[in-house]
């Protein structure tokens, strides 16, 4: 089956760096999606990778190794509005997405 | 701003009772989606337009129906809403549905089922 696997919860501090791992396993491969989730909001739109390598956008890059089948997000100088939920999804061969549960990030003064 | 739009943002309802849940899009966009999302849960796609052309999900029950009038509106009806049917909706958009396909997703229609 396909599916995606994220760590459920993570705390960080204020100022930090933090990486949210993200694997997947789907049948073919049409590139990783990270999207940011606030409480009770919808999610928006953070990265796309479809080769292998770093993406880097100002304070968070993407990160995606296709034979390893993981992707990693990261987020610097971390701030309070950081806190949040990070879905990874993962685009398989007829186009469809795979989401993945989300990570929480809890960010602390 | 193009964006899209959800209404009512919270809906509470009867069990059994039917609801409309609507989404409107200034972004000209060919494709629109129906995700339900649960707490700390995953969206689940329920079905998505790419203009005319509705493609329903395997396993979305038939009490969940959709309707696209025209390329700027699209509707849920959720027949007899259970239990079970508590979620938060999500409608999006985007222009296709391969490649870089970014969703834009309006913020949610909350459904309370009593």
């Known amino acids: 089956g396909q599916n995606i696997d994220q760590p459920t919860e993570m705390t960080a501090t204020e100022g930090a760096i933090v990486q949210i791992n993200c694997t997947y396993q789907?049948?073919?491969?049409?590139?990783l999606f990270w999207y940011q989730q606030h409480a009770g909001e919808a999610p928006t739109f953070l990265s796309y990778n479809v080769l292998d390598g770093l993406e880097e956008k100002g304070r968070f890059s993407s990160f995606l190794s296709r034979s390893k089948g993981y992707s990693y997000l990261l987020l610097k100088e971390l701030q309070m509005k950081d806190s949040a939920s990070y879905l990874c999804?993962?685009?398989?061969?007829?186009?469809?997405?795979?989401w993945g549960a989300g990570t929480k990030l809890i960010i602390k003064p | 701003d193009a964006m899209v739009i959800q209404n009512p943002r919270y809906q509470v309802t009867q069990f059994g009772k039917p609801v409309t849940l609507s989404c409107s899009q200034t972004l000209n966009h060919n494709v629109m989606y129906w995700y339900q999302q649960k707490s700390s849960q995953a969206p689940k796609l329920l079905f998505h337009?790419?203009?005319?052309?509705?493609?329903n999900e395997a396993d979305t029950p038939d009490n969940f129906q959709s309707r696209r009038p025209n390329t700027s509106f699209c509707f849920l009806d959720i027949r007899s809403p259970g239990l079970g049917d508590a979620a938060m909706y999500l409608c999006a958009t985007s222009r296709g549905t391969t490649g870089a396909n970014v969703l834009t997703f309006g913020a949610g229609s909350r459904l309370t089922v009593l």
């Open positions: 789907t049948s073919g491969f049409n590139g």
């Open positions: 337009y790419y203009d005319k052309d509705f493609n």
């Open positions: 999804a993962a685009m398989d061969s007829n186009y469809q997405l795979i």
